[in-house]
């Protein structure tokens, strides 16, 4: 080090006389600016169903879900209470739909992805098309796409229904990108069947006329039957990943690239009693369990996991997965897109 | 509005009860999280030269640019004091380099983009090339590459040389993927002549054997007299944009895309006397003024502006620009590859 | 027209001198080399099963499928005769594979498709993994890749199996890039079982960890039940296009484009007493029909058609497509991708 | 080989039986159908200027450029006479334009390079732009553009001009897409100055609202000046590759990839007394001398070449380039762009 050619005090009167310039020195905070390592205020937490279900369930007595717009609970990190974040970029909650209701119709720059948790009866209308709501299954709602949740009457068979909401509102926030608008009437007009989508896009085939105009799969239900054969099927078969498991990516079918342009979402399987080796990576990343129980390793911390819990894994903090006796069936999302788009990834595997 | 099925009250104790599982109401805040419009706390503002070149002069008096590191001062946007950003994603400096002197060589995982503003006798080393810095230069220093600064000695020619560094530091530090690294030596030895990228890259041809390693152009110093001369030329044969002028976006020619993955480069004229029409977009822009002197009105702010003044304009802002009795030159820059791969740019233009 | 300024005799002669050194006058074959519409030497023609399936049948005594490596009948245009050709880029040939008998292993670089025409217990091996082919399935063996063939023993419920082959052949050998290898052994070893590349990537998933080494779908058999699953769907429930009726592309589900990428593949459903509006195209296409009976005009010809018949469109020939009294469903594959990259595909629906 | 279990006597019966479905045996053609090695009927060859300057000089006497449209001698590979092709894909013709002489203007779907080679005077419009032609220059006609070539006269200066003219003639008619058409002028408007192009898109820099609509490289002039710069800094400061000496491709800057969607286009320096090593490539190449004297080695043949002479590399011919006494410089066109986009290309470099 150098004999500094001036005094801290002489300093200290500089940076305050350009400081009403706006004008700050970059020496001073190099170091926090430009971090050797990812340093994030995301902390690894878990929310486990059990502690979580009441107030949930108590949330439909509170408030009607016309009147909340969206009737959710949102999970916030708790490094970052008050940014109803749950990562740096992203957003998750639990949104409550009781028999009978509607979530008016509206749309959005923020992408969601809904992951359904518990419950029979409810549907969602993106852009003309309403889809069943079964558990495991996940659906899109694109940007900028006009959506409205609802469920049938309880004489129908509805029953309360939980889902997982995904969105990167964080992000859009920080990349000032954000408009939303309401639709005139509680639900939009429903102009193609149920399934409609599925039989266009989901077979391995695409119409012969299609172009893209959207960077969201035309898909927007992939459900769980579908996924969860895939897995089963793999993990008989074929060779099991020693930090993954088996794991699958969701593809956008007509360009094979991520489902949704800013979230990426995957589905993997832990075979019973599967001991996961340690991994990190840039992209934190938000598990919700659908089967099984196990335990999994965030940083320095152990925690126990069984259906329906989530949990999330800041950037570059160590995890490792482990199986209890029967299989284990974990859905995660990150914003993987962005940082693959912008060439920021980096990971790396502990052998 | 429905009637509230519970009382303000009973809500505030529920909330307080919830917040303690690190859950929260997705409802008092969803007009904020998903906002109408975007809704910054960036703000117009505008850094003349003339009010700032002594504070970055006495800089030099100040700390050694070994002790600095690098011996800048962050242009701060008045809505974020204390952030160290000019826009919410984008960071600016003006950086001193003094004859004789050398910025100790590292690399980092932030883009970097060097805009010279004035003096001669700098040179900057990337990847084992260096190059000379000539005032108006667009000079880039690609995610995680070695990169050094130097100065010749005041015997050999070499004068205080300032220019204008653009980083993705907020957008790095939010995505939690930054890291970062110390040289062993203070200069990374020369293994390319100076020149030598420009020569591979910069006709409109390519080595028949090359293959993009790289997100970043492989140009690495666009030469101002280039840059000019294509200004010059369309300005007087071709139609001039009512709203922008003659602008040009700098390209990697490997790929025609932007020159750098997370920051978009551009450098525009306004004929002598032009009268610029008024639009908004969503990827708030910094700008530096090269030569002449105009008006910019930015939202509610009007600003003169003279050569080497820096001006920004936050997202969603409108902006219309004039000139004065001469040509008018800017360079700017912003996240548009960002908002560009995420599909999430909005434009409009007043007609 | 100008006076020639010398006479045809003076022409000749000059034609006659330059041709010793190789050289010919373009103003003499302008026309015919740059034509104003394609002049193709393709023309319509339809192979009827019941005429073909007695030569398939004999050819099963004539020869083993040892012998003959590949005991396939080409299908050759009528319009070029002795080329192996059905269009000018395209070859078709009917495949016989007897119970208990194997088509030795080899690759090339012609991709080949096969669509699977009559009967049960045939499978196909491909870069060690094996399908059972099924009437109606769409089958890839991918360029270069190792790939035989094989029928289990007629005590095991064999029957004689017949397919269709589409190649490139034509293609690639204008290109000059062909190569082709036996395997040192009749059948290759099997790595991978049955339906693995099916689950991998038949789901609208795929491995995290997958990185496409290939320019085809790694999906290597599409089933029927898929494809007509979607097809009956869509009929059912959308509106259905007057040209093609329902009319979906197989897609690499790793990229959105093309199955293969010299190849492209459809089927297509014409509900039952459609008549389809004329178009042309300048992709000359072979059509396989699996289910129905019905018309189709091709430029100045008719032709009845029925199940498993084989007919050929030229390029830019007016087409158009009817179905009798039930459901039709159509196989069909032409050089699209070479055009789509090459920016060469033309078009044109008469309303 | 098992015996036949029928004599050749039977199967000819049967092939001339079948043959009257319009069918053939495979197995008879297997082998050349499906090549081990690229077996083409281009063979090497090389027209040396001198030898044929005097008959392209003759031509001008012969007919005039309005007579003849264009007023080309066709260079025809001596293994393909009578068939307008130096390879099996590609055209090359040499074409004249006599001082106040018009070839009027046309369009096809075609694509052409013109590569010039002696004169001074001429000029092409292409799409409302002229541009002047200089030895050494690489122009392009995209698919589908107007076009129209010219030659001032000679009292202002005008010489006979002859360029290199390579097409995609061969290529097009197999793909069976040509379609074309005659301008009802001689000669197109202009409306777009000389240079407007090359301001645009020639320094690195593209319009900011630039949207590609072609496949082709928005500049069409790539003079030989800038050209002839990049591989004289290169030759000097950086490594010489042992086989290719310096070789650049041109590119399209808006993509950075081939400048024409169906022809890659090179230029390459050999330094004085290089002796380049062996190599073969599945593009057949046509390669044009600008300066120097040399000798290239292709398959068995060893051609002597000197300026302005033209000679012709077949597919998976080994090839190899070595100078005299002053640098050489080379110019060169293939189908390369058509076998990446398939993943046809095979190289192989002889250490």
Sequence with gaps: ????????????????????????????????????????????????????????????????????????????????????????????????????????????????????????????????????????????????????????????????????????IPLISVLDTGFAENYPEPEQPIIRSDGDSYARYGHNMVPVRHVSKSRTSPIFNYPYDRSREALARLATHSPVDEWDGVKLRYVDPSTGGYAMPTIATFMQLLPANFRGKSYRSTDATVFCVVEGTGVVNIGQEVFEFGPRDVFVMPSWASISLSAGQRDVVLFSYSDRPVQDALGLLREERVP
């Design 1 to 168: 080090m150098l004999k500094p050619i001036t005094t801290q005090t002489e300093r200290e009167a500089y940076y305050s006389r350009i400081s009403k310039k706006h004008m700050a020195p970059l020496w001073e905070s190099l170091h926090s600016l430009v971090p050797q390592y990812p340093s994030t205020r995301c902390i690894p937490a878990i929310w486990r169903y059990e502690d979580v279900r009441d107030a949930i369930m108590e949330s439909g007595d509170l408030i009607t879900s016309e009147e909340a717009v969206r009737r959710v609970l949102i999970l916030e990190n708790p490094g970052m209470t008050g940014e109803a974040s749950i990562t740096q970029t992203l957003y998750a909650g639990l949104q409550l739909i009781l028999p009978g209701e509607v979530a008016p119709s509206h749309r959005h720059v923020q992408s969601a992805l809904r992951f359904i948790i518990e419950g029979s009866g409810a549907y969602t209308s993106v852009d003309g098309e309403r889809t069943t709501m079964r558990p495991g299954d996940f659906i899109i709602t694109p940007s900028w796409t006009w959506h409205d949740h609802g469920n049938i009457s309880e004489a129908d068979g509805g029953e309360p229904v939980v889902w997982l909401d995904g969105l990167d």
